[in-house]
C-alpha cells in the first residue's frame, strides 16, 4: 500500500561512476525517490561485477546508512546474458518481469522504471513498454554531472573510495532525476478520437473520452471541454461558472435578452453542418419569432412585449397608447384572426411589418423566413418524415444553407448579432480547444 518500486537495469556507470565520482541513475533514483522494492536486472558484465565486489549493495547499504531509508531488493541475474543490444530479447524478457511487478501492486502502488541505465536495446524496450501503455508508471532519466554523454572506465573500481568522495553524499546534492513524459499509444489514439469528435461538434462524445484519461494528460483543457458540451446544451449558468472560473472567453454574447437567440442559432447552424434537416426545421420558430420581435423594436421602436403577458397579447395593455391600438387595427384588418388573449404568432409579426411600413429588402426577408417555417416547419413537426437538402428546396425554393444565411441575416438586422465574426464562435472555440490540448 503506497509503496514504490523501482525497475532498473544495471549499467557500465552504475552505482557510482569512475569517471566523474558521482552517482550513476540507479544510486541517485534511490537517493531521491527512496523506493521500498528495488528490482535489478544484471546482464553477464554487470553480474560478474557484482560478484566481485557487491558494488551495487554496498552502495544502497550506505546510503541506507546514512539516510534511514528502508528498502528490499531483487536482483535479477543473467550472467549467461552477453548479446546485450538485442532490442526484441529485452522487449520480450521486460514485459514479463513488468507483468509479474505488476501482480504484486494495488492502485496506490508506484512503480518506477530507470531509462538512464543500462544499454540503448534496454533502455528502449523499457520506453515501448511504456509508449504501448500496457502498465502506468514513471519513465525516470537521470542526467550526467555535466550534461554529456557518459564515459565509462571499469579498470582499477575502487567502491569504498567513491563512495567516500560522492559529492552527491554532501547536503544539497543536485537533484538530476527527470520523470520523463512518454505519453503511451494508447493516450495517443485516444487524444487523435477527442480531436475528431471536437471537430464534429460532438462534445458530450469527446468529453467522454477525455474522462478515462489520467488527469495529467488532460488538464489543460478538460474544463473547456466540458464548457462546450454544457454550451450546445444552452446550459448558460454551467458555462458561465466554469468560464469565470478559467477565463475562457469564448461566449461572445453575454446580454441575457439576446444570448438565448444567439447560442440557439448557433446550435442549429451545427445540425445544418451535420445534416440533421429535421431537426433544422423543427428548431427555427423560437428563433424566428424572437428575432422578428427585436426586429421589430430596432425597425419602429416599438417593443411588442409590452402589449403582451406570458406570451399573449393583453387587451388592457393594447389599448392604452396609439401603438398598441394600431397594431390591433393591422391585425383585425388582416387575413388573420385576431383576438386579445391570444398568443403572438410570427404570421402576425408579418402582417405588422407590412402594417407599420418598412421596407422592401426587410419586408421580403420577413416574408421569406416566415413562408419556410410555414412550409416546412409544420410539415416535420407532425409527420414522421425524412428530410434532406433537396426536399427543402423542392418545398422552399431555398436550400438549407440559404435558409440559414437568411436567418443570420435576419439576427444581424435584429442587432442581435453585432458582427459576422461572431457566427465563427464554435470554430474559434474549437481552435482553442485543439491548441490548448497540443500545450
Not at 383576438?339 to 402582417?351: D, P
Not at 402594417?355 to 407532425?382: K, M, P, Q, T, Y
Request: glycine share 6%; net charge negative; hydrophobic share 35%.
Amino acid at each position: 500500500m503506497n509503496k514504490t518500486y523501482l525497475f532498473s537495469t544495471v549499467g557500465g556507470t552504475d552505482p557510482i561512476s569512475n569517471y566523474n565520482g558521482r552517482d550513476g541513475a540507479l544510486l541517485h533514483i534511490c537517493r531521491v525517490y527512496r523506493p521500498d522494492y528495488v528490482v535489478m536486472y544484471m546482464s553477464g558484465e554487470i553480474y560478474k561485477n557484482h560478484e566481485a565486489d557487491n558494488r551495487y549493495l554496498y552502495c544502497l547499504d550506505k546510503l541506507k546508512e546514512n539516510t534511514g531509508w528502508e528498502y528490499e531488493y531483487k536482483i535479477i541475474p543473467h550472467p549467461e546474458l552477453k548479446k546485450v543490444h538485442e532490442f526484441d530479447y529485452f522487449y520480450d524478457e521486460f514485459k514479463k518481469i513488468i507483468a509479474e511487478l505488476f501482480e504484486k501492486l494495488d492502485n496506490t502502488d508506484t512503480l518506477l522504471l530507470n531509462i538512464s541505465s543500462g544499454t540503448p536495446a534496454m533502455k528502449s524496450a523499457l520506453l515501448v513498454l511504456k509508449t504501448l501503455g500496457e502498465y502506468p508508471c514513471k519513465t525516470i532519466q537521470v542526467s550526467t554531472p555535466d550534461n554529456k554523454m557518459n564515459e565509462h572506465h571499469h579498470e582499477g573500481y575502487d567502491v569504498e573510495f567513491l563512495w567516500e568522495f560522492d559529492e552527491d553524499n554532501e547536503e544539497g546534492f543536485e537533484n538530476r532525476c527527470k520523470e520523463v513524459f512518454c505519453p503511451s499509444l494508447s493516450i495517443v489514439k485516444n487524444e487523435e478520437i477527442i480531436k475528431e469528435h471536437i471537430r464534429a461538434y460532438d462534445y458530450e462524445a469527446a468529453y467522454s473520452v477525455a474522462k478515462m484519461l489520467p488527469r495529467d494528460y488532460t488538464k489543460n483543457y478538460i474544463d473547456l471541454l466540458q464548457l462546450a458540451s454544457r454550451r450546445i446544451l444552452l446550459d448558460f449558468d454551467r458555462v458561465d461558472e466554469i468560464d469565470r472560473k478559467k477565463q475562457y472567453k469564448c461566449v461572445p454574447v453575454k446580454d441575457p435578452k439576446t444570448r438565448p437567440y444567439y447560442e440557439y442559432m448557433l446550435m442549429l447552424e451545427l445540425k445544418l453542418q451535420r445534416k440533421e434537416y429535421t431537426e433544422f426545421i423543427r428548431g427555427i420558430t423560437p428563433v424566428v419569432l424572437g428575432s422578428f420581435i427585436f426586429l421589430f423594436q430596432g425597425t419602429f421602436g416599438i417593443n411588442l412585449r409590452r402589449y403582451t403577458s406570458k406570451g399573449k397579447w393583453d387587451e388592457e395593455k393594447l389599448y392604452k397608447d396609439d401603438n398598441g391600438r394600431k397594431i390591433i387595427s393591422v391585425l383585425q384588418s388582416s387575413r388573420l384572426e385576431f383576438k386579445a388573449g391570444g398568443y403572438l404568432y410570427s404570421s402576425q409579426l408579418v402582417e405588422l411589418f407590412k402594417g407599420f411600413g418598412c421596407d422592401e429588402e426587410i419586408l421580403n426577408l420577413v416574408v421569406n423566413v416566415r413562408s419556410i417555417e410555414e412550409r416546412l416547419r409544420n410539415r416535420a413537426a407532425h409527420q414522421i418524415i425524412m428530410l434532406d437538402d433537396k426536399v427543402i428546396k423542392e418545398d422552399t425554393g431555398f436550400s438549407g444553407r440559404e435558409i440559414m444565411n437568411m436567418m443570420k441575416k435576419l439576427m444581424e438586422e435584429a442587432g442581435i448579432v453585432k458582427s459576422r465574426k461572431m457566427w465563427n464562435s464554435y470554430e474559434t472555440m474549437n481552435e482553442q480547444l485543439i491548441r490548448l490540448m497540443g500545450e
